[in-house]
């Protein structure tokens, strides 16, 4: 059950096309001309509203930290507590994997330690098998 023996044939049987090497000649670009132009460019106007973020988080930090009463909500004190004991439980996990992740590489580093150190000795026994080789030939 061949599907596509005819179009194979067909592709067999098209003439090779002609392969030359030679790219054409394009005369060189004059970029003096380019060169003087210069930009012209509107002036744009400074923004007015502007400013930085650190300003505005600060004077959000003051709008909580006044001595004004805050009246929040039993359920969405609770809901927020709640979500700081999930937030301090993933902070442990992610601790600990930090410290397996950091004892594994420990261990990979004494790994590639020990194989620099093996390296260093075989090219150290290579060097003295040449030198012995060497001295014989001669």
């Known amino acids: 059950m061949t ?3 005819d179009k194979k044939k067909a592709v067999m049987d098209l003439p090779k096309p002609e392969m030359s090497l030679q790219l054409p000649r ?3 670009p004059d970029f ?3 060169r003087d132009i210069k930009p012209n460019l509107p002036k744009l106007k400074p923004l007015r509203d502007f400013r930085p973020m650190e300003d505005l988080e600060a004077e959000s930090r003051q709008d909580i930290i006044s001595n ?3 009246f929040v909500r ?3 004190y609770h809901e927020a507590m709640n979500d ?3 937030i301090r439980e993933k902070l442990r996990e992610a601790e600990k994997v930090l410290e397996n992740v950091m004892e594994i590489k420990k261990e990979e580093d ?3 330690n020990m194989w620099h150190e093996d390296i260093i000795e075989l090219k150290d026994k ?3 098998i040449d030198h012995v080789l060497f001295e014989m030939k001669t």
Do not use: A, D, G, Q
Request: charged content about 45%; hydrophobic content about 40%.
């Open 110 to 112: 004494k790994e590639l």
């Open 32 to 34: 003096s001309e380019i």
């Open 74 to 76: 039993i359920e969405k």
């Open 3 to 5: 599907f596509f023996k």
């Open 26 to 28: 394009f005369p060189e």
């Open 126 to 128: 290579m060097n003295r």
């Open 68 to 70: 004004k009463p805050l």
């Open 84 to 86: 700081l004991k999930k």
